[in-house]
């Protein structure tokens, strides 16, 4: 899974699975099957940056400790920004 | 707060609900009151009106369901995703789910249903989520205690963006969340914990990292349910791993997420007098392993590892730590200094040379 990871966690591949199902889902982020480069809005990393500026977290477009601690939180299934 | 995209809103004051199917965690009649009373949150401070009906099409359906039930927009089972809400509109428009895989209750346990409805339904009248942690609309769940909830400011003005204000507001005054860097900023407590600076004000605390200039603002029940809110005093006992929360004459001890069994306690079990009322301010002190307790005008010194406070105390503030003020807010220890916390300034007090070396401003704890 094409996630920018910060190196201060260790992610398995579920924990991957799940950061891009919460980006899908909140962030409006498009599956990508074929692969190949998206237009530079819809990356992981700029979801990520998304979420983080929206959470006031340190805006790094890393998957770290602490954005993955904030997906497991119980919450609205309302899309945070997006269509 | 924040808005669909076309500001969706309905166009009408008189709005209907139906409710369309029930949890069995809860009694019929629980649950049409959580709703009731969940409309009743944004019907207090707009003109809207919110009618029940119990048959045909209403503006807003209500219904439980698990998975995927029918909108495209599966649950998830336990946890995670609670409940949804669609925005003003015809068919889908405003109807809420909620997700019965989840535990609903009218308490703290499980899922309070009253507050993810009213959540909800600030969705089904045209909210979007709110980036304000404080505010009703922020995304992620926190029980926000037994007392009466009153819907915070930030919610007030977006939804009154779309209404217009109502004359019926039983409660005007909504809770403002905080501003790091404003000029008259004040705090409640502050306290080490594991590395990092929690610095306390009223419902929330700001996380300080100590390598990161960004503070981080929190509600304190996120962490702490039990915890009440505008905590008079905290400090940490880096020794023992705990952190020590004051309100009134009450003490909590934490030891990171967890409450120590046993607490709360009274803080004259610790040797203060019956008729101490609160505690203003306290600093562990680690060179001396002594904590300063600060109340009124007076400061007591407690030894941490004989459990005793030391004799001698009461002192008066200005007798040792003369040009600080005779009361202070909060209190911290760092580097040989102390710095007492006095409405929208600080002092910095050397702890060698006893005496103030720089008054700052309160709010430059965050590099304002």
């Known amino acids: 899974v094409p996630v920018p990871l910060d190196d201060s966690h260790e992610f398995t591949e579920e924990d991957l699975r799940f950061a891009e199902r919460y980006l899908r889902t909140h962030y409006d982020l498009r599956p990508n099957p074929t692969g190949i480069m998206k237009k530079s809005a819809n990356t992981m990393a700029s979801k990520l940056r998304e979420m983080q500026a929206f959470f006031g977290l340190e805006v790094t477009g890393k998957l770290d400790e602490e954005t993955y601690e904030l997906m497991q939180k119980p919450r609205c299934g309302v899309p945070d920004v997006g269509e | 707060y924040n808005f669909f995209p076309r500001k969706l809103k309905w166009s009408k004051t008189n709005l209907t609900y139906r409710i369309m199917s029930y949890t069995s965690d809860l009694r019929r009649a629980e649950v049409e009151r959580a709703f009731k009373r969940a409309f009743k949150v944004w019907s207090d401070v707009t003109p809207l009106n919110f009618t029940r009906i119990r048959s045909g099409t209403a503006d807003i359906m209500i219904s439980f369901g698990t998975k995927e039930h029918g909108d495209f927009y599966p649950f998830d089972g336990p946890s995670g995703l609670l409940a949804h809400a669609f925005p003003p509109g015809p068919d889908y428009g405003g109807d809420a789910h909620f997700d019965d895989d989840e535990t609903w209750s009218n308490d703290s346990r499980g899922y309070n249903l009253f507050l993810v409805a009213a959540h909800e339904f600030g969705h089904s009248l045209g909210l979007e989520h709110s980036r304000d942690p404080g505010a009703l609309m922020f995304p992620i769940y926190t029980y926000t ?19 217009g204000a109502g004359d019926r507001d039983p409660n005007p005054k909504h809770p403002k969340t905080p501003e790091k860097c404003a000029a008259d900023l004040s705090i409640d ?74 607490f709360p306690k009274k803080i004259n079990e610790m040797g203060f007098p019956k008729e101490m009322k609160r505690i203003d301010a306290v600093v562990h002190i680690d060179d001396t392993g002594k904590t300063l307790f600060f109340t009124g005008n007076k400061y007591w010194s407690y030894d941490e590892e004989t459990e005793v406070m030391d004799t001698g105390y009461p002192k008066f503030i200005e007798d040792e730590f003369a040009g600080i003020g005779d009361r202070v807010d909060a209190v911290y220890q760092r580097n040989g200094y102390l710095y007492f916390f006095n409405g929208p300034l600080q002092f910095e007090y050397s702890i060698w040379s006893k005496r103030i070396v720089r008054i700052l401003h309160t709010n430059s704890l965050f590099w304002c």
């Open chain 2, 189 to 262: 407590a502050v306290t080490k914990l594991r590395g990092e600076m929690l610095v306390f004000k009223d419902r929330f605390f700001w996380r300080l990292h100590p390598q990161m200039v960004e503070a981080e603002l929190v509600l304190i029940k996120s962490f702490w349910p039990e915890l009440p809110n505008k905590i008079d005093a905290a400090y940490e006992n880096p020794i023992k791993d705990l952190v020590f929360m004051f309100k009134g004459k009450k003490v909590w001890a934490l030891n990171g997420y967890d409450i120590v069994e046993g």
């Open chain 2, 145 to 163: 205690g037994k007392s009466g909830f009153v819907l915070p400011d930030d919610d007030v003005q977006g939804i009154q963006e779309l209404y």
